[in-house]
T-cell receptor, first 110, second 116 residues
Framework: KQEVTQIPAALSVPEGENLVLNCSFT??????LQWFRQDPGKGLTSLLL?????REQTSGRLNASLDKSSGRSTLYIAASQPGDSATYLC?????????FGKGTSLLVTP | KAGVTQTPRYLIKTRGQQVTLSCSPI?????VSWYQQTPGQGLQFLFE???????NKGNFPGRFSGRQFSNSRSEMNVSTLELGDSALYLC???????????????FGPGTRLTVL
């Protein structure tokens, strides 16, 4: 059974800092990995999809990497802004369902 | 292109009642998946429908059921509600069924169900 872990569970940084969120998973047999953002009480917004054959994907200030062999993915956020405050979730796609981590709650202070 | 829509957004029910939630996927998407989100368990997979057929099912009791219509819209039903069913129910749509590296899932805003 796929286990997805996200560290840290919570993070507070001052505006302008670059930061890294970590995601690890136990089963490397995945089709892809998605990073999502969730604002309080809201649905999930897809940020990046990394296919199993890819090493990284970029979208604006976001860069996600994937190392299947070590079961790790990182989400890099450059020049953080208060509007980036949210919970960030990673999810692996095993073909059956998305397996989610518990998320990292990010607070960016002005 | 319109995103995934879910109705209603909020529901309050009492124990023992039943409830039906609705999800309209992105136009052209044929797969709809349902997830339950609670503070303690996080996001858990309920089931996936593709072309009106249930493809996969998570580890939930038979009180949880669903269906998909020919226009890809999906409904989820929970019968004999329990206090523990209080949660945010999210649906996700994608072009194809799960087993593809290209398969990106897009989520709706969710239905917040409170069981009293």
């Amino acid at each position: 059974k796929q286990e997805v872990t996200q560290i840290p569970a919570a993070l507070s940084v001052p505006e302008g800092e670059n930061l890294v969120l970590n995601c690890s998973f136990t089963d490397s047999a995945i089709y892809n990995l998605q990073w999502f953002r969730q604002d309080p009480g809201k649905g999930l917004t897809s940020l990046l999809l990394i296919q199993s054959s890819q090493r990284e994907q970029t979208s604006g200030r976001l860069n996600a990497s994937l190392d299947k062999s070590s079961g790790r993915s990182t989400l890099y956020i450059a020049a953080s802004q208060p509007g980036d405050s949210a919970t960030y979730l990673c999810a692996t796609n095993s073909g059956y369902a998305l397996n989610f981590g518990k998320g990292t709650s990010l607070l960016v202070t002005p | 292109k319109a995103g995934v829509t879910q109705t209603p957004r909020y529901l309050i029910k009492t124990r023992g009642q039943q409830v039906t939630l609705s999800c309209s996927p992105i136009s052209g998407h044929r797969s709809v998946s349902w997830y339950q989100q609670t503070p303690g368990q996080g996001l858990q997979f309920l089931f996936e429908y593709f072309s009106e057929t249930q493809r996969n099912k998570g580890n939930f009791p038979g009180r949880f059921s669903g269906r998909q219509f020919s226009n890809s819209r999906s409904e989820m039903n929970v019968s004999t509600l329990e206090l523990g069913d209080s949660a945010l129910y999210l649906c996700a749509s994608s072009l194809g069924s799960g087993g593809s590296s290209y398969n990106e899932q897009f989520f709706g805003p969710g239905t917040r169900l409170t069981v009293l």
